[in-house]
């Protein structure tokens, strides 16, 4: 039956894991190196001394002649497979057939033998619900049968109703068999874990997980990465955030995948721990696993609130114009621009900016045009991106737009229309002191520039 149980331990293994990660964030931690709260459920235990030996009912000759015929048909063996004999599952239920004719005349452990037939036919048959009612007829013959027999089939059995989805008379029976055993090994509490949690118990299963990774490091072994999946997902079900980044980091180090990465990075913002949230954004971004606009985005204002706007227009004109993961809206290219003028790149900031204004709904960011070209003394090219906004509208303050093109006018020695920007901006109250002053001088400077050419 090893060939059985081995099979039944892989399929269990592969359905209960899909089912968990597709809805898919302290234990005396000496040994156990993550730092995480133990679950209030403590590990299932094992027997502590092995059952007493059985005496077993013997064996007739008859009997044995006929179970092995049957046994045979359904795995050949070497010799018999190296003349041409194939298994025939078919052939090996109607000899069975034959011989539960005289059930009643078998042994209880003739008929636990014969049970073992049956229940490799229904399985290989896939024939999941014969295969169980099978298995617990073998279970009805004790004591006559082995301890360890009664234990290994007593595990199937969990398994078996574990892959039924009856998870909780899988736990029935994984309770029954752990007072057979003496021995838990790390993998069957993961297996464990796994069907408390199918069963709706996350405390026990949180409590086998924990036990099966630290089974697993005491033997100086690094924690599957699916056992550490599957603790993230309990301790993120219990909105317990510490221990799940605890997790993750672990998943970080021996398992460096980027979607970890990420995880992490959420579970630092989650726990209000931003300079870790953006250190770890950088290092993702320096592997190249930054792929949403939010986060370079993120990640640039995180540079330019720290004084460091070159690296922000870096992650921002990579985003945009390379790896057009950050959309050229308005708004983006905004946000460009200002970077590369914070980092006093002019040049770089202007053709941003020239993008952004054409793309706005408003005047603004022609305004915001025209200032970065008065400040580089680009005095007709500001003028006309102040005319721009004045023309676009929806200005948050028209008043400043006037005064920069009264500004621009004065520095081309248009007095006359600077005078006039400089009127029009005097018309809102928070600008007309200033505008004033303004009038005042270019009306002066005008009078100056006229006395020079008389003179």
Known sequence: MKKLTSTVSATLHKAVTVALFAVVPMLSLDVLA???????AKPLQPAAQKPDPRRLPGLSQSFIKDFQEVSETLEPTEEALAEGAKPNPQRAKQLADELSKD????????????????GQIYFEEENIPKTIETFENILKQSPNLPVGMEAQYTYILAQLYAQEEQEKKAVQFLERWAKMTTLISSNQYSQIAQVYYGADDNEKALANMLEAIRLNEAEGKIPKEDWLGFLRALYFFKEDYNSTLSVVQALVRHYPKMNYWGQMASLYYELGRLEDYYRTLDSMYVMGGLKK??????????????????????????????????????????????????????????????????????GDLYFNLARLLFARDEYDAAVTAASNALQKGGLSRPDSVHLTIGQAELARGNFDEAIDAFKKASRDKRSQKFASQWISYTENEKKRQDALKDG
Not at 34 to 40: G, N, R
Not at 103 to 118: A, D, I, R, S
Not at 346 to 352: G, R
């Open 34 to 40: 993550l730092d995480v709260k133990p679950s209030s």
């Open 293 to 362: 606009e939010n986060e370079l985005k993120s990640l640039a204002g995180h540079f330019i609130e720290n004084e460091a706007p070159y690296k922000a227009a870096k992650v921002l004109d990579k985003g945009v114009n390379e790896d057009k993961i950050v959309k050229p809206t308005a708004q983006n290219l905004e946000l460009l621009a200002n970077s590369w003028r914070l980092a006093q790149e002019t040049d770089k900031a202007l053709v941003e900016m020239k993008r952004a204004a054409a793309k706005s709904e408003d």
């Open 103 to 118: 059930m009643e005349e078998l042994n209880p452990y003739e008929k636990v033998m014969l049970y073992q037939l049956y």
